[in-house]
């Protein structure tokens, strides 16, 4: 079982930054692949970006691509998304993720997770 906390969702003007921390809990932290989605109002979650349990692998939405980085720190259980180049489109509520890291199901598909976060609410202001 793993419990995932989000923060650092905010409010930031078109253009600016915001870093994403996810909290895990459990002493498997680093047995997960990990991923961030994103779901705006009135749109279904969407993939944002996942890395692999090991963190050499990663892997992005056209949407984000050098925009946005997924790191993970496995002594601290955390995974993060640093948002650059934030822009209004970027608005929605975030939620971390986590899956087996030794499944062979996508990245890409929410329903390839198991755990999930709360989320946190990214809002950017033009």
């Known amino acids: 079982q793993v419990q995932l906390v989000e923060s650092g969702g905010g409010l930031v003007q078109a253009g600016g930054s915001l870093r994403l921390s996810c909290a895990a809990s459990g002493r498997t932290f680093s047995s997960y692949a990990m991923g961030w989605f994103r779901q705006a109002p009135g749109k279904e979650r969407e993939f944002v970006a996942a890395i692999s349990w090991s963190g050499g692998r990663t892997y992005y939405a056209e949407s984000v691509e050098g925009r946005f980085t997924i790191s993970r720190d496995n002594a601290k259980n955390t995974v993060y998304l640093q948002m650059n180049s934030l822009k209004p489109e970027d608005t929605a509520v975030f939620y971390c993720?986590?899956?087996?890291?030794?499944?062979?199901?996508?990245?890409?598909?929410?329903?390839?997770?198991?755990?999930w976060g709360q989320g946190t609410q990214v809002t950017v202001s033009a």
């Open positions: 993720a986590a899956r087996s890291g030794l499944s062979s199901r996508s990245y890409y598909t929410s329903s390839a997770y198991d755990y």
